[in-house]
């Protein structure tokens, strides 16, 4: 199996308008080929601070064992070489079969909670780019190294913008 290069995206919002729209664009982009979701959750605190957490993935359950060994693997690569890849890879796996939801506690999420103002909400998004699997492919088959990426928003050019005046 292929795996796209990822992204993950947290996104907050002070007054949410919860119609389904960013659920159905996120839907419509799957359908259409352009990504897959890997993990969704999203969390809303009400104005008596209740807070409602729901989740959701495009994977199966062997999809998501395999995301989370590759995963794994390469934090372990990083945190002890070639052994830590191998036992990265196992661990990964182990905790996407075991818990599949960002590996997000009752405790984690009431610190996510803690962070959300109530009537707001907030969501953690990891999608993966598989539109960009064949340009990847293409670019290191052609002796291409990625040396840096980011999304550029109307946010960050406005940044730029106030950091060069």
């Known amino acids: ?4 290069p990822l992204q993950l995206m947290v996104v907050g919002f002070v007054d949410p308008a919860l119609d389904g729209s960013i659920l159905g664009a996120l839907e419509d982009a799957s359908d259409a080929g352009a990504i897959k979701v890997v993990d969704v959750l999203g969390v809303y605190k009400d104005l008596d601070g ?32 070639a052994e830590g890849a191998e036992i990265g890879a196992v661990a990964g796996a182990i905790h996407a079969m075991d818990e599949y939801e960002y590996g997000i506690d009752a405790d984690g999420l009431a610190t996510i909670a803690d962070d959300i103002p109530a009537g707001g909400a ?3 998004l990891v999608i993966e780019h598989t539109w960009a699997i064949p340009l990847r492919d293409a670019m290191r088959a052609s002796g291409g190294i990625m040396i840096a990426q980011d999304f550029l928003s109307p946010e960050s050019l406005i940044a730029l913008g106030a950091a060069s005046a």
Do not use: K, P, Q
């Open 1 to 4: 199996m292929t795996i796209g």
């Open 122 to 124: 907030g969501m953690l």
């Open 50 to 81: 209740t807070v409602i957490a729901a989740e959701g993935s495009d994977l199966t359950e062997d999809e998501a064992m395999t995301y989370g060994a590759w995963v794994g693997a390469l934090i372990g690569l990083g945190a002890g070489g």
